[in-house]
């Protein structure tokens, strides 16, 4: 069912029961004549059309886009002008019917309560109205940012896949001269690691332990490649399955602590995996070997500046990502995974 078909429903619906609420008001104190009847009917479907034409006149000026300021003087201005015309069609309606007592009581302080009365009800059927549009424009604005977050997401993804690839492939072609045996064996594993990236690929975020197999096949391929200068460890609270992180996030931040610590060591490193539950949610901590330049780090790499993005498009500010020396020797990764909603 379309919107413009809900309005006329709404509309019809709505007035049709102010209609009949009046006619069981005024059927406590008199008998209801067919000619009284037939006046509340035109009064109902004269509510209907003028209700719409105000309707037009919000669209026509562009209500919704106006500030509250200059908003509430046009309000009360237009909702006295249709008062004052729906009081004019019930003293029409009351001539033409026979129901001559509201003319005979007719007098200042009768005016303005009848005046009153349909002020009240222009005013909560504007105010209906007005929250309708505010709302529907809310939620066109969360799609749009949401197919615009997707979109951003995608980018992301895509560009940083033949990054991983390119890396990996120049892992396994640095094996193939020098130890055939392990480059089948890293070759076995890369293939393991595109399994899931592909399996990957379409959502924002996987499940962290599809993640950490990732991590682990990532890094037995580099183990094939360093031998005994890596040495890997893991320590990782079962509390960190409740999680989902986005796709090649780890991976990325373990790469980032191999390419410019370990490698980079002539006797190799250490590097190790950690996460807790904290306060804030999961806490993921990569501790390598080797050691952060503050002013090198202040431009960030490519895999660090898409990680820091994709956090924020999916996390706000409810995630974070801080890369530090923890002495001399060590550098720290450390990155807060809000909890599940």
Do not use: C
Request: net charge positive; no cysteine.
């Amino acid at each position: 069912m379309s919107k413009h078909q809900l309005y006329w429903i709404f509309q019809i619906i709505g007035w049709s029961l102010y209609g009949a609420i009046q006619l069981f008001l005024y059927s406590v104190e008199f008998q209801i004549s067919f000619s009284f009847f037939l006046g509340q009917l035109l009064q109902v479907a004269f509510m209907v059309s003028l209700t719409h034409l105000f309707r037009n006149h919000i669209i026509r000026n562009n209500w919704i886009d106006v500030k509250w300021v200059a908003l509430i003087p046009r309000f009360i201005i237009s909702i006295l002008t249709f008062s004052l015309t729906h009081y004019l069609f019930i003293i029409l309606i009351s001539f033409f019917s026979g129901d001559l007592n509201g003319i005979r009581e007719f007098n200042l302080l009768y005016v303005l309560a009848s005046m009153l009365q349909s002020m009240g009800l222009f005013g909560i059927w504007s105010l209906i109205y007005l929250s309708f549009l505010y709302f529907e424009r809310y939620n066109r604005s969360l799609k749009y940012e949401a197919a615009t977050k997707e979109i951003e997401l995608n980018n992301l993804k895509s560009q940083l896949n033949p990054h991983f690839i390119f890396n990996a492939l120049n892992s396994i072609r640095a094996l193939v001269q020098e130890d055939p045996l392990k480059s089948k064996k890293a070759i076995t594993q890369l293939s393991n690691i595109l399994r899931n990236v592909l399996k990957a690929q379409p959502q924002e975020t996987i499940a962290f332990s599809e993640e950490l197999a990732t991590v682990k096949d990532y890094l037995a391929l580099e183990a094939i490649r360093y031998e005994e200068r890596i040495e890997i460890s893991y320590d990782i609270d079962e509390y960190s399955n409740f999680f989902r992180v986005p796709p090649l996030m780890l991976q990325t931040l373990v790469e980032n602590g191999i390419k410019h610590g370990i490698s980079k060591l002539k006797k190799g490193g250490k590097l190790k995996l950690i996460t807790q539950k904290v306060t804030e949610g999961l806490q993921i901590q990569i501790k390598n070997s080797g050691r952060v330049i503050t002013k090198k780090y202040k431009k960030r790499g490519y895999g660090l500046l898409n990680t820091e993005k994709r956090l924020k498009l999916i996390y706000g500010d409810q995630a974070s990502l801080q890369i530090g020396n923890v002495n001399d020797h060590t550098v720290l990764t450390q990155i807060i995974i809000p909890k599940p909603l």
